[in-house]
Antibody, heavy 123, light 107 residues
Framework: QVQLQQWGAGLVKPSETLSLTCGVL????????WTWIRQSPGKGLEWIGE???????NYSPSLGSRVTISVDTSKNQFSLILHSVTVADTAVYYC?????????????????WGHGAPVTVSS | DIQMTQSPSSLSASVGDRVTITCRAS??????LNWYQQKPGKAPDLLIF???SLHVGVPSRFTGSGSGTDFTLTISSLQPADFATYYC?????????FGRGTKLEIK
């Protein structure tokens, strides 16, 4: 059974850096992409970006150069860094696993999620 | 970005009812469409992938259909556990995008 456990600071000051990490237990780490998604009342569910085990990344253009997703294959973990945060970055942040194909077992879907980490940006 | 438009945004129904939720993509996404159920305080759960394939463990009362730009999620006979918010998501191209959700409430 695949489990994703996430952790990181829940309160970040404006203009500072948000940092979250997600650990993967069970299943294959190298066979998938790993993603960050956030959810806020104003913007709904928003895809942030993804990485694979080689460190190949894709990011949402809306976040531009503020976001970095990194991977540590020795620990089966991946991390989110978001620079220069504002109150608009307040959200529940989820990590999830991406099925990297469209076929009989999935279709670029998010079948496994972390429990979610509420992050508030406030001074 | 591909825009996903869901309707209705909310829906009231009774146990045993048949309900349908629609999702429209701003451009053709073939069958790269997934549906999720979310309950308060929880992460979304995958229901259907590839427009019509049931994720493991999902009851057969959930069905998905559609291709191209128009998709539907149907719940054939509502059960108490089905009252939740439902989201569609396109996996055709990054950035992956979601609909704004349909909140299914008890009448």
């Amino acid at each position: 059974q695949v489990q994703l456990q996430q952790w990181g600071a829940g309160l970040v000051k404006p203009s500072e850096t948000l940092s979250l990490t997600c650990g993967v237990l069970g299943g294959s780490f190298s066979g998938y992409f790993w993603t960050w998604i956030r959810q806020s009342p104003g913007k709904g569910l928003e895809w942030i970006g993804e990485t694979n085990h080689r460190g190949n990344t894709n990011y949402s253009p809306s976040l531009g150069s503020r976001v970095t997703i990194s991977v540590d294959t020795s620990k089966n973990q991946f991390s989110l860094i978001l620079h220069s945060v504002t109150v608009a970055d307040t959200a529940v942040y989820y990590c999830a696993r991406v099925t990297p194909l469209c076929g009989s077992v999935g279709c670029y879907d998010f079948a496994y999620w972390g429990h979610g980490a509420p992050v508030t940006v406030s001074s | 970005d591909i825009q996903m438009t869901q309707s209705p945004s909310s829906l009231s129904a009774s146990v045993g009812d048949r309900v349908t939720i629609t999702c429209r993509a701003s451009q053709s996404i073939s069958n790269y469409l997934n549906w999720y159920q979310q309950k308060p305080g929880k992460a979304p759960d995958l229901l259907i992938f590839g427009a019509s394939s049931l994720h493991v463990g999902v009851p057969s009362r959930f069905t998905g259909s559609g291709s191209g730009t128009d998709f539907t999620l149907t719940i054939s006979s509502l059960q108490p556990a089905d009252f939740a918010t439902y989201y569609c998501q396109q996996g055709f191209r990054t950035p992956y995008t979601f609909g704004r959700g349909t909140k299914l409430e008890i009448k």
